[in-house]
T-cell receptor, first 114, second 114 residues
Framework: DQQVKQNSPSLSVQEGRISILNCDYT??????FLWYKKYPAEGPTFLIS?????DKNEDGRFTVFLNKSAKHLSLHIVPSQPGDSAVYFC?????????????FGTGTRLTIIP | NAGVTQTPKFQVLKTGQSMTLQCAQD?????MYWYRQDPGMGLRLIYY???????DKGEVPNGYNVSRLNKREFSLRLESAAPSQTSVYFC?????????????FGPGTRLTVL
């Protein structure tokens, strides 16, 4: 039972345009959400997060939106750059899963086309 | 400040062999984690240690054992390796608070079981 879902395995976007990565979750008790970025042969690195008491968090080119009623979050990257090509994982914590563990989605491979 | 380090980077085993994956962190974090990453499956939690002296099973613990040697080190042992354990293994650490769990990942160990 996949608690955190990323339904798009891959996404291609032209350089300079907006990249939108989506994530859905099923457990309404999750109260903290994170995005991680992963390059080949490296470990994931933290990108941006959002608490369930907010609906938007912005950090430079990266913005995460949370729609609690739809159990949906999205990561917007504007403008997209070649260095953004990576696999992006969303993750969630809280509720009966506890705050000390993260539940990850399956990832979306983003390719930025020069 | 090395962050999270893992050894070895690569390993090839024959079915039935045993090995221990080592992980160390220098961020004075209380919590440490072992994940495996498989194509299309995202990151799945094998075991975690919320604090020194405690360990708990994650989503996929069968075939593995762990030891939290001290606050810095958390090892993962495969007693009798199977081809299904071919994967990339990541160690992570965090200092989780009431609603925040940014985990820091090591570079990974790529394990092949023949």
């Amino acid at each position: 039972d996949q608690q955190v879902k990323q339904n798009s395995p891959s996404l291609s976007v032209q350089e300079g345009r907006i990249s939108i990565l989506n994530c859905d979750y099923t457990n309404s008790m999750f109260d903290y959400f994170l995005w991680y970025k992963k390059y080949p042969a490296e470990g994931p690195t933290f990108l941006i997060s959002i608490s369930s008491i907010k609906d938007k968090n912005e950090d430079g080119r990266f913005t995460v939106f949370l729609n609690k009623s739809a159990k949906h979050l999205s990561l917007h990257i504007v403008p997209s750059q070649p260095g953004d090509s990576a696999v992006y994982f969303c993750a969630a914590s809280g509720g009966n899963f506890g705050n000390e563990k993260l539940t990850f989605g399956t990832g979306t491979r983003l390719t930025i086309i020069p | 400040n090395a962050g999270v380090t893992q050894t070895p980077k690569f390993q090839v085993l024959k079915t039935g062999q045993s090995m221990t994956l080592q992980c160390a962190q220098d961020m004075n974090h209380n919590s440490m984690y072992w994940y495996r990453q498989d194509p299309g499956m995202g990151l799945r939690l094998i075991y975690y240690s919320a604090s020194e002296g405690t360990t708990d099973k994650g989503e996929v613990p069968n075939g593995y054992n762990v030891s939290r040697l001290n606050k810095r080190e958390f090892s993962l042992r495969l007693e009798s390796a199977a081809p299904s354990q071919t994967s990339v293994y990541f160690c992570a650490s965090s200092e989780w608070a009431s609603s925040y769990n940014e985990q820091f990942f090591g570079p990974g160990t790529r394990l092949t079981v023949l």
